[in-house]
Each structure stands twice: as structure tokens, then as C-alpha cells.
């Protein structure tokens, strides 16, 4: 694998589910961000994680909660969510270290729908 | 308050002619500038950057032009062909924080045959 891996692509989950998305990058980064897409909105950046710690949270509710045990791989844990929480989310890695712009690597996203 | 905006949400441009796509922004810290390209089902790519110390940055059929009195960037395609019909999305990055990327909403641009 190369890149940067997410799964599930597509996941549907109830109210009241409990469900994790996961990502994992094979690029040797060490910054890795968390951004939801909905139409017609802005991605929005969600976390970061630098060197695994939690840089950024965007005010983001409580029913997401990152997690990041190493520098490749990054989750995100889902619990009650609404509705309104359906989107895409987008998994990114990147390197601020070395590159000066911070180009950041994405993965294809998992379009999640809550019912 | 959005502080990259992409005013235009779509755009069609005949194939062979060129495309022009517009950011604005808000935030005078900002010191580089990025435009992605995402096709549907995939996430977006890095197509070219600029800092804020140039105006001008090309590389092949693109070219990333910088207005910083403006506060405006904008993208040209040319010539445009149908593989740059997808979302481009106009990004910065905030020179205090350099592991954080702001995007604008994105413009679908359309190439037309």
C-alpha cells in the first residue's frame, strides 16, 4: 500500500451506533488531520496530530474523538452522532518539517450517512 | 467568518481555451498558497503552490498568479482540457501555524468538448 489508506469507504450508522473510521498513511509523516466535507461547505479541519499529539481541535462535539497511538495511523471514533453529521470524511498526512507549504496528502475519504 | 473564499461554485470553459479560477482572502498571515484537485470518490490532490513572497508561479499548463494588495489569487488552466473537469479548492497556510492548511468551499469547473 501506498499513500494514504482509509477505511471503510462507505459506512451507514444509526443514532445510537458506536462505529470507528481509520486511516493510515505509508508516506513517513509525521502530521495527520482529520477534515469533514459537507456540499456545499468548505473542508473543514477538523484534528491535528504533530509527532502524535493533538495540535488542533476544532471545536469539534464530543462525539468525535480522534485518536492517534503512532504516527502512521489515526482514528476516528464515532458515538451518537446526527444526521447532520453525514459527510465525507477526509484523512490527510503531511510533513511541516520538511516542506515548507506543508503539502498535504489525502486519502480517498469515507462517505459516511447517519440515519 | 471564512477566511478563503472561492466565490465562484462552478465554472464551464469550452476545451482549448483557457480556465481561470479566483480565491480570495482574509488573513494577512498567511504566507503560502495552494490549489487542489479532487475527482468525485477520490480526495484531493496538490497541484501548485505559491509563496507570498512571489506573484508568480508556473509549472506546465499551470500557472498560479498573487495579488497580495488584493488579497487575490487565481489559477489559469491553458489550454483547458476534459481530465481538468473536477473541484479545485484554494488553500493557505498561516505563517504561525505550520502544520494547519485553511480551504475555500471549492469551483467545479466543467470542460466542455
Known amino acids: 500500500e501506498t499513500g494514504v489508506t482509509q477505511t471503510p469507504r462507505h459506512l451507514v450508522m444509526g443514532m445510537t451506533n458506536k462505529k470507528s473510521l481509520k486511516c493510515e498513511q505509508h508516506l513517513g509523516h509525521n502530521a495527520m488531520y482529520w477534515y469533514k466535507q459537507s456540499a456545499k461547505k468548505p473542508l473543514e479541519l477538523m484534528f491535528v496530530?504533530?509527532?502524535?499529539?493533538?495540535?488542533e481541535n476544532n471545536s469539534v462535539p464530543s462525539r468525535f474523538s480522534p485518536e492517534c497511538p503512532n504516527s502512521s495511523h489515526l482514528f476516528l471514533h464515532l458515538h451518537t452522532l446526527q444526521p447532520e453529521d453525514s459527510a465525507l470524511y477526509l484523512c490527510?498526512?503531511?510533513?511541516?518539517?520538511?516542506?515548507?507549504?506543508?503539502?498535504?496528502?489525502f486519502g480517498p475519504g469515507t462517505r459516511l450517512t447517519v440515519l | 467568518d471564512q477566511q478563503v473564499k472561492q466565490n465562484s461554485p462552478s465554472l464551464s470553459v469550452q476545451e482549448g481555451r483557457i480556465s481561470i479560477l479566483n480565491c480570495d482572502y482574509t488573513n494577512s498571515m498567511f504566507d503560502y498558497f495552494l490549489w487542489y484537485k479532487k475527482y468525485p470518490a477520490e480526495g484531493p490532490t496538490f497541484l501548485i503552490s505559491?509563496?507570498?513572497?512571489?506573484d508568480k508561479n508556473e509549472d506546465g499548463r499551470f500557472t498560479v498568479f498573487l495579488n497580495k494588495s488584493a488579497k487575490h489569487l487565481s489559477l489559469h488552466i491553458v489550454p483547458s482540457q476534459p481530465g481538468d473537469s473536477a473541484v479545485y479548492f484554494c488553500?493557505?497556510?498561516?505563517?504561525?501555524?505550520?502544520?494547519?492548511?485553511?480551504f475555500g468551499k471549492g469551483t467545479r469547473l466543467h470542460i466542455l468538448p
Open positions: 505559491i509563496s507570498s513572497i512571489k
Open positions: 488553500a493557505a497556510r498561516d505563517m504561525n501555524r505550520d502544520d494547519k492548511i485553511i
Open positions: 490527510a498526512s503531511s510533513d511541516p518539517t520538511t516542506s515548507a507549504y506543508n503539502e498535504q496528502f
Open positions: 496530530y504533530n509527532f502524535k499529539e493533538q495540535t
